[in-house]
């Protein structure tokens, strides 16, 4: 795969942003944190390669990796199946350097289904049909490239950490954020669900950059559980930022 400016730009950025999130300590509940970033840096910079290598119109915005998306894959909302039937990423994926044993990460050979990423690649593979019309003006980043993990599995999310970590935490997420945005110069920054939208307007509120959120595709929400697809779709061509077909 051929760099770009473009690329080579957010590559380096998400090469300061891993090992700076890398240095980071956290208390319990927190007993592991994953960074995708580290073991899983194959797939990751393929897909910067692959698909960051051009300005961007639109950005959408998560909030960070899920334990069977990003986690697994190295890819932003990676749903395994998602990831490797559309894009078509599939370099190996390492180990974290303190895996849980309830959450191992396989790469690839997961058995289970993010539905968050499966819910947000229908969306875009349905509109666009093919990843190359979609990229030719998006792209999917996480706004926290780790994982967060309770002694018995449980997922951590970044906004429930104490202040002086989520603090330290930010402030690494922030710098990559503004970096990225600097890079692929978008119209729209697109908050998926609500704290990504918070980070956005925390960064960018007094900027010209357009701000939006759609509805978090998780199943933990009741409203997601009906007919996300549609209602994200219905949500972008309100904004603006997706034109009526």
Known sequence: MKTTPFSQALITAARRLRDETSRLKFGLPVTHAYNPLAYAWAPHEAYLLRFGATRKRVVFLGMNPGPFGMVQTGVP??????????PRIDEPVGTPAHPHPRRPVTGLACPRSEVSGRRLWDLFAERFRTPERFFAEHLVMNYCPLA??????RNHTPDKLPAAEKAALFAACDRHLVAAVAVLQPEWLIG?????????????????????????????????????????GRQLLQMGVWGGT
Do not use: T
């Open 77 to 86: 909302f990676g749903e395994v199946a998602a990831v490797r039937d559309w």
């Open 192 to 232: 998926i669900g609500d704290f990504a939208l918070k980070r956005a307007e925390q960064v960018f509120g007094n900027s010209p950059l357009k701000l939006g959120r759609i509805l978090h595709p998780s199943p933990a929400s009741p409203a997601a559980n009906r007919d996300w697809k549609g209602l994200a």
């Open 148 to 153: 967060f993990l309770e002694s018995g599995g």
